[in-house]
């Protein structure tokens, strides 16, 4: 029964208007909540305001130890996860942070907080820090909490409203760039490749040095993670391609040695 549904030409209706009863108690705060009114007017301050402009993305894969990123000072770039275990050596931080996967948040929240820089969280992690952190709703150390989903898969040229995560940050700072009205994106450490394997989503925890990123710590011993489901953020890179080449704009992935086969390769020394 719930596979002959599933491929009904009702199904879409059928499905969205689950999750849109699902949802419905979540609304009021999502939109409503002192956090959330300063995210939305945040988020309608960045409405294009790097229009014409290139960002680079930064993934946290081990080719990034290969990657000379001394070039990018100066550069525009979104930083991801735990990406700021990097920046004592890098010697700068990255201009803005996303982090929406709620493992990290939950483990990282302390860091994430005195981090000052202007960062993306999922709305969701709200949860994981205390009202005393953030008491004026005007402070710049406010995260701009983005109000995110698990399903109904899209791509959002507007992120004040609900976004997909694609089951990967990369995809919502991907949504990001586009809102921000970035011309081009250029990814770089998104390797696409993971030693460790599982079924996808599967919560795990290390008990290691992390082989999968570009610091043994990074996910280190005793980290709870998630493992990738490769499988739907392809999906998503498809349809953030596709957004991107419709509006004139496009992404590149200047990523050394990486798997992914999505999008247009460039070779990193040759954008500077």
Not at 118 to 126: E, G, H, N, T
Not at 178 to 183: D, E, I, K, T
Request: proline content about 5%.
């Amino acid at each position: 029964m719930k596979q002959s549904l599933k491929s009904s030409f009702l199904w879409p209706f059928i499905r969205d208007t689950y999750i849109a009863a699902r949802d419905l108690p979540q609304l009021p705060a999502a939109y409503l909540h002192p956090w959330r009114r300063a995210a939305i007017r945040r988020l309608a301050e960045l409405k294009d305001v790097h229009a014409g402009q290139r960002a680079f993305i930064i993934g946290n894969g081990p080719s990034l130890k290969q990657t000379d990123l001394s070039k990018l000072k100066g550069e525009i770039t979104f930083g991801m996860n735990r990406i700021y275990l990097m920046f004592p050596d890098l010697g700068f931080s990255t201009t803005y942070l996303s982090v929406v996967n709620d493992l990290v948040i939950e483990q990282t929240a302390s860091d994430l907080a005195a981090l000052q820089i202007p960062k993306f969280l999922c709305w969701r992690s709200r949860r994981f820090f205390s009202p005393d952190q953030f008491t004026d709703s005007q402070s710049a150390n406010l995260p701009t909490f983005l109000h995110t989903t698990y399903d109904s898969p899209r791509f959002s040229t507007d992120v004040r409203g609900r976004i997909w995560e694609g089951a990967t940050v990369t995809y919502v700072t991907l949504q990001l760039a586009f809102h921000m009205g970035f011309r081009e994106v250029i990814l770089i450490g998104v390797d696409h490749n993971y030693t460790t394997t599982g079924t996808p989503n599967t919560t795990i925890t290390s008990t290691g040095d992390d082989p999968n990123h570009f610091s043994g710590q990074y996910f280190g011993k005793g980290f709870r993670w998630q493992l990738p489901d490769l499988e739907t953020s392809e999906m998503a890179y498809k349809m953030a391609r596709k957004a991107y080449e419709s509006a004139g704009r496009r992404i590149v992935d200047a990523t050394v040695g990486g798997k992914l086969t999505i999008f247009e390769k460039m070779d990193y020394p040759a954008l500077f």
